[in-house]
């Protein structure tokens, strides 16, 4: 069954159902109603349920001082703050083979960064908001969050997939209320980026991905030696 991440946000009032290959997000919209995330399976669908966030501002205020906990506890280890860029993670990846994957759901988890440094300092590196409250960048965020908590997301996100990491070329502001939100998965338009063999140990195992996601088509899996 699919992972849950709880650690973001457990104050979300939203239902999440998630089939095999495509979801929904449902909402049970009783305001200021507060219930623990809940659990479990009905009719092979995975359930998650949060509680309401009543104000959209509230919200972006919350995801805000995760970013900057994120951000600080980055500084002090000597990383960088800000989400990683495929451009600077893997420069020749423009001369590599693309092979387009078409729509597929992917796990949150692995959504690590962006394709280029684009608007790379509006978000901390676990895909928090940085900018100011009061923003139009804020205003957008939480425009966005009001909706997903209506309707759920309604158009996928475009990725490029890179050692079966996940770099946002469109919808980034989607993934930061997701990964608020607590959802395991999302959908989207995956182009993969084949490197070239290396021999290495990490670049074997990719190679091994491969080969198993050519037979199974799942991708929340991944092997951790050869």
């Known amino acids: 069954s699919a992972a849950m991440d709880n650690s973001q946000n457990p104050n979300i009032s939203v239902i999440e159902t998630l ?32 509680s309401y966030e009543a104000s959209n501002d509230a919200a972006y205020i919350k995801a805000k001082k995760l970013g900057s906990k994120a951000y600080h506890a980055a500084v002090q280890r000597h990383e960088t703050p800000y989400l990683p860029v495929l451009d600077e993670v893997a ?28 608007r790379t300092n509006a978000f901390a590196c676990n895909f928090m908001p940085m900018l100011e409250e009061g923003s139009e960048f804020s205003g957008k965020w939480s425009h ?16 490029l997939e890179y ?7 469109e919808g980034n502001k989607r993934v ?17 980026i084949i490197p070239p063999r290396t021999g290495e140990k990490e670049n074997n195992i990719y190679f091994e991905f491969l080969d ?11 092997f951790s030696d050869e």
């Open 91 to 118: 420069p020749d990846n423009l001369s590599y083979p693309h092979v387009n994957l078409g729509l597929v759901t992917i796990p949150m988890d692995r959504v690590v960064g962006t394709g280029t440094r684009g």
């Open 163 to 169: 050692m079966n990491k996940y770099y946002v070329v």
């Open 19 to 50: 089939p095999a290959r495509r979801y929904s997000i449902g909402v049970n919209r009783r305001k200021n109603e507060r219930t623990s995330i809940r659990e479990g399976c009905r009719g092979g669908e995975f359930i998650m349920a949060y």
């Open 144 to 159: 966005l969050y009001a909706s997903v908590v209506e309707n759920g997301v309604r158009e996928p996100i475009n990725v």
């Open 176 to 192: 930061s209320v997701l990964k608020y939100l607590g959802s395991p998965m999302m959908e989207a338009e995956v182009t993969r």
């Open 212 to 222: 198993f996601y050519k037979d199974t088509q799942i991708n929340y899996i991944w």
